[in-house]
């Protein structure tokens, strides 16, 4: 009981870190220049081939070589196809960022991309057929608030420059909604009741073998005729390899908790990434970053307020319990 806590601790922590470090790697990878010497579409190719070697050592490592060999030839078409559906809607919202930028200034689109904290939570709902408590949506629509903060352009030239189109407008609904069910669609595979008894390992084979796939497509779609690691760095092979832990960490979450813990997990990383930017870069930090980091910190308190509160009163209960283990039958009798 107490090991599985400290490795769902784990799980949470370490997602938050490599979600906060994934940025700031990408930054030091361009080496001060405004664009990365490298073909970024190469690093997501490498992390899904990394992701998917990963799943298949830990899949031999928990069932055995034969074992492993015989689940891998169990896939059926029926798991595949459910895969290639959050796929081909992740391949789909990569593609979507070209047609949105040519409708509005990269400034409003971080900004109003963070509503997909809300069409989230909405099509997890829906999916689920479960409910949250007005705190939660409050805190939600406040994390949300904080990150348009936090994405909010950091200059005035770049705020007078600030545009949106009607099109981009279209192009970014679309977009946030297709993320949105894509993240849910996994969560709903992992849960899914015929495959309670599959290891997370056999199903994130089935989930990266499109990973690589579309990943490949999307490098072929993109390439400019260099070779595949022309101008490649250390840095930049950190940056595949913290883009592949994220997935697999992911994955986890699916399968245990949920899309919303991803999105509380986006939140706290936040603040480990305004950390190491500071540390790396020592950039100063604009009224509208701090503002957006103190409402990102109240929403993450509030969502959890409850949790935080239960746990608070139960350790009050405990400490009252008497240590005649008899007397304390007799008390709740």
């Known amino acids: ?37 490298y073909n970024l579409a190469s690093t997501f190719v490498l992390s899904e081939v990394f992701k998917l070697f990963a799943s298949l050592v830990l899949l031999i490592r928990e069932k055995g070589a034969k074992e492993a060999l015989s689940k891998l030839r169990s896939i059926s078409s029926y798991e595949l196809f459910l895969f290639v559906l959050p796929g081909s809607f992740y391949a789909v919202t990569n593609s979507l960022d070209f047609y949105i930028l040519r409708h509005m200034d990269p400034g409003s689109f971080q900004v109003l991309s963070q509503s997909k904290i809300i069409t989230t939570a909405v099509v997890w709902l829906i999916v689920f057929n479960k409910s949250l408590s007005s705190l939660k949506w409050v805190s939600l629509v406040l994390l949300m608030i904080g990150s348009s903060f936090i994405a909010y352009p950091k200059s005035e030239a770049d705020a007078s420059q600030m545009y949106v ?12 909604t297709l993320s949105a069910f894509a993240g849910v669609f996994n969560e709903f595979i992992y849960k899914r009741e015929a495959f309670q008894t599959f290891s997370i390992h056999r199903l994130n084979v089935s989930m990266y073998i499109w990973g690589v796939i579309f990943q490949t497509s999307n490098y072929w779609s993109n390439s400019s005729g260099g070779g595949f690691f022309d101008g490649f760095n250390g840095y930049a ?10 997935g697999l ?6 399968k245990y ?52 509160s239960d746990y608070q009163k ?19 009798e």
């Open 257 to 308: 908790y949920s899309v919303i813990v991803k999105l509380l997990v986006n939140g706290f990383s936040i603040f480990i990434a305004n950390f190491f930017t500071w540390y790396f870069f020592g950039l100063t930090v604009g009224t509208s970053h701090q503002i957006g980091l103190s409402i990102v910190f109240f929403a993450l308190v509030l969502y959890n307020y409850k949790d935080i």
């Open 237 to 246: 092979w950190i940056v595949a390899v913290i883009y592949a832990t994220k």
């Open 249 to 254: 960490l992911i994955s986890q979450i699916f």
């Open 1 to 37: 009981m107490i090991t599985d806590v400290f490795q769902n601790a784990a799980v949470l922590i370490l997602a938050c870190v490599m979600y906060g470090l994934y940025g700031v790697f990408i930054r030091l990878s361009k080496h001060g220049a405004e664009t990365a010497p």
């Open 165 to 176: 189109l009607p099109a981009g407008l279209v192009f970014l609904l679309a977009q946030i």
């Open 314 to 332: 139960s350790k009050t209960v405990y400490s009252s319990v008497p240590t005649n283990s008899a007397a304390f039958v007799k008390e709740l």
